[in-house]
């Protein structure tokens, strides 16, 4: 297979894929509960491990055959080759012209990946090590405010990648964190978000990082603006800025004009997406909370699912089978969304990290060659910690009308043992796979007594899918693992699909048009939108 046949082969005109809607015609009918009568050895043999990450995917709907079809169609599609010119910085980001190289911020010091003649792997130490002596400095309290006082209060300021990476790895890694620093988040241009934030901290003791990449959003410049105003109101004169402000960002120009000194902003380049920047200085306030020695350690957790990913052959390698199940249920079985249910409270964010990484990634409808496509691309993505899930949602799961393909990820051990909460909680992981797999049949409610009028109603048909993920602890190098795990698992996705999982022009027109509306909203000029838009205005102005 060449790589012209690779990209211009449209998908549903390939060999694998008519085999796969010939197969699933067979498939769709079969149980699970009969796939594994018939195979005793399946949930030992359908399972995969790498970086520390144990996944069982025997409890999808699929057999053998399905897996020889789902990687046939990899390699049709050249899944292997586009991850390796990924790796290698190609400009894989065609609507951007960009190279696609967050693995790249993972590197160890001494490899390389040069782009443009420029060695990017030592720019990212350079970098790195910069954040490290910086963090150093804050965890120390050498770093001294304004007034002479330590740093006690981190607030970062950002917003989509510039924000949910951050919070989530806090929230995650919390067991890990300085407790005697207080973590905040500014991400919404509701000013509620910003108010409640900084509620009760003291401004000499106050760090902000604005945290933005074009350092030119609305929602971040316009909370960096009202930080700025904030901290001066009580700190006085502009020179206090340089001791309570950084930024992350590309844009040194802007950085210098909103008062930030240069030595105090930390770079990255075009080449990492939003989504894919919590392990680059974004993550400085995750470096401030769990220190420069467990922010490596993140960083080699990304780095040993890289190395999976990028050296496993495709038949055991963990994003790859993940992302190509995602195709199947999407694309075959018209499963519309997928559950990601983690059984950690600290992964309380991971849900709604995902959703960027995996909605902005791939909620496109044309192909890298702009083509419109004839299939489903990215589903929905949603989910909450377990166990509460399971006594909210989980019924349309177990017994509604839609396939909810669900990701189970556990831990075998915790970082807060208290009696047997654990083991409890564990148990429900099992349980649930278990339940949603293989259901309970009309003989066993029959068999329990159960009325004849109520039989139905707590019938479980089962043949629910599950991919239950498991490592032991969730630590730092972990949770890079499990971020890793999902980005390379959307690469896969979007390689099938065969469309730019690296853009997200569709955030651009809302954008657009509300810079349009500020103006219409704080004077009474001459409205020219649709008759709606029109209404919803004048209603504004007369309620505000
Ligand atoms: C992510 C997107 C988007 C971006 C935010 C913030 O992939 O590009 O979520 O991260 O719009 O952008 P800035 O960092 O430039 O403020």
Known sequence: MSTTDATTTPLRARAAWASLERHHGAIRERHLRELFAGDPMRGERLVAEGAGLYLDYSKNRITDETIGLLLRLAEECGLAERRDAMFRGERINVSENRSVLHVALRMPKGESVVVDGVDV????????????????RVRSGEWKGHTGKAIKNVVNIGIGGSDLGPVMAYEALRHFSRRDLTFRFVSNVDSTD?????RGLAPEETLFIVSSKTFTTLETMTNAQSAREWSLGTLGDDSAI??????????????????????NMFGFW??????????????????????????????????????HFRTTPLER????????????????FDAQTVGVMPYSQYLQRFPAYLQQLTMESNGKHVTLDGRRVDYQTGAVFWGEPGTNGQHSFYQLIHQGTKLVPVDLIGFGKTLNPVRDHHDILM??????????????TEDEVRAEGTPDAIVP????????????????????YALGTLVALYEHSVFTQGTIWGIDSFDQWGVELGKVLAKRIIPELESETELAHDSSTNALIRRYRALR
């Open 194 to 198: 910003f108010v409640e934030a900084t």
């Open 457 to 476: 109603h707590r019938v479980f048909e089962g043949n629910r899918p599950t991919n239950v993920i498991l490592a032991e602890q969730l630590t730092p």
């Open 270 to 307: 075009d080449w990492v997406g939003g989504r894919y920047s919590m392990d680059s200085a974004i993550g400085l306030s995750t470096m401030l909370a769990i220190g420069p020695d467990g922010f490596r350690d993140l960083l080699a957790g990304f780095h040993a699912l890289d190395e």
């Open 121 to 136: 792997v030592k720019e990212v130490h350079e970098v790195l090590d910069r954040m490290s002596a910086f963090a150093d």
């Open 317 to 332: 390698n963990l994003p790859v089978l993940m992302g190509l199940l995602a195709v199947w249920y999407g694309d075959f």
């Open 427 to 440: 148990s429900n992981v099992f349980a649930q796979a278990e339940a949603l797999a293989f259901g309970k």
């Open 242 to 263: 340089a001791k309570h402000f950084v930024a992350v960002s590309t844009n040194a120009e802007e950085v210098t004009k909103f008062g930030i000194d240069p030595d």
